[in-house]
């Protein structure tokens, strides 16, 4: 299917585990994005990558890390979970045109307990 | 600052109201906007492209004003189904502030 998915939709996990959040787009898009969304806080960007084996931190990176080593896929680790990664994440992606929009999968609901 | 700042609201108006929300941004080099519809933190979803000499869609309008760098939206004739949070979007060229978002404006129609 066409698009930007995100899995696993729902997850729980314990502090300290290690957890990976995969985004899988099918546009080839270059841009591709994670963010947190915590309650009161808007979205906020935590990496960002503009190509294959390009990536950057955004606003909040500390205790993620993410690849790029294809186009399509985008993963997100935490590395160690903490209670205050506790979120949902957005995984969002976009073409290098001027003036597109940007598309959201649906969204991580995780839980670290 | 923040790149993009938004009214949190919550902007709460009767079914048939007409109601507006603003949006302002500190990068004057930024080269798109856009407003996004979120409903109860599912995926944002594009509402509309805001183009330089203003555009419509329906009861939507939005407008830009690049000397004063803020972004409107209007709504006219609210309905229940509007009810949700409104977020500004600004795109830079490159890098991270290729899509950069405001923390939304919540708007509630009540019957």
């Known amino acids: 299917d066409a698009g930007i998915t995100q899995s696993p939709r729902y997850k729980i996990t314990e502090t300290g585990r290690q957890v990976t959040l995969m985004c899988h787009q099918t546009w080839s898009h270059s841009y591709m994005f994670w963010y947190r969304q915590d309650l009161g806080h808007g979205l906020r960007l935590i990496y960002y990558?503009?190509?294959?084996?390009?990536?950057d931190k955004g606003e909040v990176p500390d205790g993620y890390v993410v690849s790029r080593s294809k186009t399509e896929n985008f993963p997100l680790t935490l590395e160690s979970a903490t209670r205050s990664q506790t979120s949902v994440y957005f995984c969002?992606?976009?073409?290098?045109?001027?003036?597109?929009?940007?598309?959201f999968g649906q969204g991580t609901r995780l839980t670290v307990v | 600052r923040k790149e993009v700042e938004q009214d949190p609201g919550p902007f709460n108006v009767p079914e048939g109201a007409t109601v507006a929300f603003n949006c302002t941004y500190s990068?004057?080099?930024?080269?798109?906007f856009f407003w996004y519809r979120q409903d109860c933190r599912k995926e944002p979803k594009l509402l509309m492209s805001?183009?330089?000499s203003g555009n419509e869609d329906g009861r939507f309008t939005a407008q830009l004003n690049r000397a004063s760098q803020y972004i409107s939206l209007l709504i006219r004739d609210s309905k229940l189904s509007d009810s949700a949070t409104y977020l500004c979007v600004v795109n830079m060229k490159t890098g991270r502030r290729a899509l950069t978002f405001g923390s939304g404006t919540r708007l509630q129609v009540q019957p």
């Open positions: 805001v183009y330089s």
């Open positions: 990068n004057s080099a930024s080269q798109s």
């Open positions: 969002a992606s976009k073409s290098l045109s001027e003036g597109t929009e940007a598309f």
């Open positions: 990558s503009a190509a294959a084996d390009i990536t």
